[in-house]
Nanobody
Framework: QVQLVESGGGLVQAGGSLRLSCAAS????????MGWFRQAPGKEREFVAA????????YYADSVRGRLTISRDNAKSTVYLQMNSLKAEETAVYYC????????????????WGQGTQVTVSS
């Protein structure tokens, strides 16, 4: 049984930084691409970033490119999301996801989701 456990969420002022972590267990982490999505109140879940199984390739939503950075440590079975210059409109629950295929942006090829971690950005 795959488990994805996020941590690192919290309250931060606009312009500040947070680092989210997602620890995975249950199958060979290094074989699967990972991603982050977020869902703001009253809105649909949206793609934030993804990283290939090896970590060699990364993918970002246009709205976060240059401010958010996804990375992974396969030895620790953990994926990270470093978030800088945060904006109030980025307040959301952030979800970690594990892919079974390369459809990174739509989420159609996601096998597993974490439970989510709340990020609140105050203006």
């Amino acid at each position: 049984q795959v488990q994805l456990v996020e941590s690192g969420g919290g309250l931060v002022q606009a312009g500040g930084s947070l680092r989210l972590s997602c620890a995975a267990s249950g199958r060979t982490f290094s074989r699967y691409a990972m991603g982050w999505f977020r869902q703001a109140p009253g809105k649909e879940r949206e793609f934030v970033a993804a990283i290939s199984a090896s970590g060699a390739r990364t993918y970002y939503a246009d709205s976060v490119r240059g401010r958010l950075t996804i990375s992974r440590d396969n030895a620790k079975s953990t994926v990270y999301l470093q978030m800088n210059s945060l904006k109030a409109e980025e307040t959301a629950v952030y979800y970690c996801a594990q892919y079974s295929g390369k459809d990174y942006y739509t989420g159609a090829r996601i096998d597993y989701w974490g439970q989510g971690t709340q990020v609140t950005v105050s203006s």
